[in-house]
């Protein structure tokens, strides 16, 4: 009991310096007609040590560890908003469907650098920077959950659109898994297959007293959330100014773990620049949730809307917040449609850093069938191996479900 109440105590502190915080930047946004705009951003950087360019050297520096050569691209969409790119491309007479990866909440491409050399060893890679998020431009966007959703797909068909692609593998992790479907939901035609790592968004909220099959998060965080909710949810990052990084750090020490390779002082740098800019793609997600992290708009609702045609491969962590649930459901309602559900045993979350050669494998054997996909459109029937196996009625057998090996940790600061 004592120690809940000093982190209630430690809570209601943060949350006033928060206020006393915003407070100081109201100031600051009245005088800066006086002071000029290069006066207020010398004001933030002094409290809070971030820039564009710190961002990209910090990603510079950990995407130094991936060994394939990359194409960098800034590629401009509507509105003078621009999304930032790399393409990792394979000159083959046989062209394979090209690879699209979208990466989730306060993250951005840096975070794949596990996964890129083996994924591109294939077929061409594209990695982009969420609208909002990472090197990307960072819009204002609706505080209306359905139009900020829309604001997000028309970024990346948009984007589709000035790379001249035609038809891609989508890929998603946690937020971007919710975007991806959300993009397979309008524009099917484009999607050869959706690859959905750890999707957030999916379930409904359960009704008051009702258990949600998800770990139950703890009190203190409850009262976090509740604290804080005003304020978007990596606003404590930005507060705490030249504390920030150190934040970071001692939110995610478990990073340290996942990226076994990678200089902690990397990892962390690119993590802090990322979550330290303008909070734009983080307002939208916002919009998105209600309570503690719950879609508006549950993504398990509306997924039997996706066409028949488009193959899904949903890939969990075993100790993952995500409840893999969600993946026997959706097998379940689409019943005449391609749904494979994996669960990686060992892995939370972050599946594609916490058992990347798993991760990766399960990844190419799912474009892999996209390939043979491909091949049968002309036709409009199923290769016989689909037929056979993976489409057919839901059976929860011991062979195909995994239960959780040990407790799932709960991520406050990144998804």
């Excluded at 009245?30 to 002094?46: I, L, Q, Y």
């Excluded at 898994?177 to 309008?186: E, K």
């Excluded at 491909?374 to 839901?394: I, K, N, S, Y």
Aim: charged residues 25%; proline residues 6%; neutral net charge.
């Amino acid at each position: 009991m004592i120690i809940t109440i000093l982190k209630i105590w430690i809570i209601v502190l943060i949350h006033a310096g928060i206020k006393r915080k915003k407070m100081r930047y109201l100031k600051l946004l009245k005088s800066e007609a006086a002071s000029g705009m290069f006066g207020w951003m010398r004001s933030w950087w002094n409290w809070c040590p971030t820039s564009e360019l710190l961002l990209k050297q910090a990603e510079e520096r950990l995407i130094s560890y991936v060994h394939t050569a990359y194409e960098d691209k800034i590629v401009s969409i509507s509105k003078g908003n621009f999304i930032r790119t790399i393409c990792m491309k394979q000159d083959t007479e046989n062209e394979k469907t090209p690879l699209v990866m979208v990466h989730g909440f306060g993250s951005g491409v840096g975070l794949w650098v596990k996964n890129l050399d083996a994924l591109s060893s294939q077929r061409t890679l594209f990695a982009f920077d969420v609208l909002g998020f990472g090197r990307s431009s960072r819009p204002k966007f609706s505080n209306n959950a359905t139009n900020a959703e829309r604001q997000f797909v028309d970024s990346i068909e948009e984007w589709r659109e000035e790379m001249g692609l035609n038809k891609f593998v989508l890929l998603g992790h946690s937020l971007g898994g919710y975007l991806s479907a959300a993009y397979a939901l309008r524009y099917p035609q484009r999607v050869q297959h959706l690859i959905l790592i750890d999707p957030w968004g999916f379930p409904e909220r359960p009704p008051p007293g009702q258990a949600s099959g998800r770990p139950r998060v703890p009190m203190w965080i409850r009262a976090l959330v509740f604290l804080v909710q005003p304020f978007n949810p990596l606003a404590l990052v930005r507060a705490a100014g030249p504390w920030g990084p150190s934040l970071i750090q001692k939110f995610r020490p478990d990073f340290k773990n996942r990226f076994k390779d990678v200089d902690d002082a990397i990892l962390y740098d690119y993590i802090y620049h990322c979550n330290a800019q303008a909070p734009s793609g983080e307002t939208a997600f916002r919009s998105l949730t209600e309570s503690v992290g719950w879609a508006k708009y549950p993504m398990l609702m509306r997924i039997h809307e996706i066409e028949e045609r488009v193959p899904i491969t949903m890939i969990y962590g075993s100790r993952s917040w995500i409840d893999n649930e969600t993946g026997w459901k959706v097998k379940d309602l689409r019943k005449d449609s391609f749904v494979d559900v994996h669960v990686v045993k060992g892995a939370g979350h972050h599946v594609y850093t916490e058992r990347p050669d798993e991760f990766n494998r399960l990844v190419m054997q799912a474009c892999d069938v996209s390939d043979k996909l491909a091949e049968e459109d002309a036709v409009g029937e199923l290769p016989q191996f689909l037929e056979d196996d993976a489409v057919r009625p839901f059976q929860r057998t011991e062979s195909t479900l995994t239960m959780r090996d040990d407790p799932p940790r709960v991520s406050v600061v990144l998804d």
